[in-house]
């Protein structure tokens, strides 16, 4: 059987780029949160939650951000708890799934953006800890904790379901290919020459911070403890993270901060700033179609496998760091990295291509059979569109400043290398947490969020 290597990438955008009133919801969105028009972005979600049962937690999250940003924070909690709860309720259903074959083959046999949005690992963190967070801008630390506790929780979680999931599908998808395209035979032959990881991950192995690992959940989650009183989950959670972030000096030392147990500190007059910045990579539609020579019960014929695949589409942002000034202080203190959620969706995306490849090549082969061989039992394969679903307000990265409380409670924020700066006063407190969004400019974005301690 000749598999030629060659093949021929067509990138197209997941969906049409429309402008003005032909834009898409997508674009409407993602265009309005970026300006900082939050309640125009919160309406386009609460109308496509309705409108789009499968895309419904996807518009659930973009909803709780949008609420969540713009200070409605009873909204807020709701969203994200009702995007929670959606989680588990999509894996139930996906355990109900692999224990029906039928059915099992019917949703693979379907373009995967058909089927219900089940949500990435890394957003399902990132769901609870904004939970979290807005649990404890409302003053409730404790439930804050326990949303901090659930966000690991699901990292835990993706370690024994993934393996179980993609184990599942693989053998369904097997059994698919030796019914309904018997003549093709094994897959891996077509896998490995439709196979376009290699032009897109330099680095397949890639794992960022650990395997599902989120350095920003677990250092909030540590900080939090820490002005909690719970000095041995603050200490755990900071080493945590500096094993993680080791070339993030102001983490580093706050995990050296602890003495000898019992002998540990109490934090008094700090102040953490915390900015996100930019938008993580987009998902774009790339289209793939490879020449081959696929045996039918007659003999051989030459034909094409059309496939089409999520890419990552990096984001530029305006930023790549910022600054804080205060009375006091000689010399501006610069951020530090905290968390690089571009490398934390490469790293899924990489863990999941494989996978994800396998089952275009599978629907690709079907499709081909049975446009083959007239007489085919093979089923209709719908002509493929890749899955490009993504909770879309996540950053690009998260920074992270940490300094002691300035004398007339002030300071200054501003870009690295930029003239515009924020002003921001502290109320009287013990220690606070300042929360920034920076979706695009410093100008267009949300007022920073001042949570106090005491």
Known sequence: MRIPLRFITTPV??????????????EAFDKAFEAGRLEKAENISQTAITKSRPDALEWLLRAADSAHFAGKLNDAVATYARACELFHLRDSENQALMRDPARMEASLLKNSGENSYFARTYERIFAETRRG??????????????????????????????????????????????????????HAPYFAATRFCEQYVK?????????????????????????????????????????????????????????????????????????????????????????????????????????????????????????????????????????????????????????LTKHETVRALIRASASASPNTTAPKVPFPAANTRQWSTLPKNIHLLTFNMPADRTFTLSSTHGARSLPVTIPPCKNAIILFRVPGTLSDAPPPRVLTFN
């Open 133 to 186: 967070e807005a649990l404890l801008e409302s003053g409730d630390p404790r439930a804050a904790r326990k949303a901090f506790a659930a966000a690991e929780a699901w990292r835990e979680n993706a370690m024994k379901r993934i393996p179980l999931e993609t184990s599942g599908r693989s053998r369904a998808l097997d059994a698919l290919l030796a019914r309904d395209a018997p003549a093709a035979g094994d």
């Open 203 to 355: 680095d397949p192995a890639f794992d960022a911070y650990g395997s599902h690992a989120n350095p920003y959940s677990t250092y909030i989650s540590a900080i939090v403890a820490l002005l909690d009183g719970d000095a041995a989950s603050a200490e755990a959670g900071l080493k945590a993270a500096a094993v993680m972030l080791q070339r993030n000096q102001q983490v580093i030392n706050e995990a050296n901060w602890f003495g000898p147990s019992p002998k540990h500190p109490e934090a008094a007059n700090r102040v953490w700033v915390i900015i996100e910045n930019g938008l993580q990579p987009r998902l774009r539609e790339v289209r793939v179609e490879s020449r081959q020579d696929l045996p039918t019960p007659t003999g051989t014929i030459s034909t094409k496998l059309h496939l089409a695949l999520p890419v990552l589409e990096v984001i530029d942002s305006p930023y790549t760091g910022f600054r804080v000034n205060s009375s006091g202080r000689k010399e501006p203190l610069y951020s530090e990295v905290l968390a690089n959620v571009d490398a934390i969706a490469r790293a899924e995306y990489n863990q999941a291509l494989p996978d």
């Open 13 to 26: 955008l997941a969906s049409a780029l429309f402008f003005g009133a032909c834009a898409t919801r997508r």
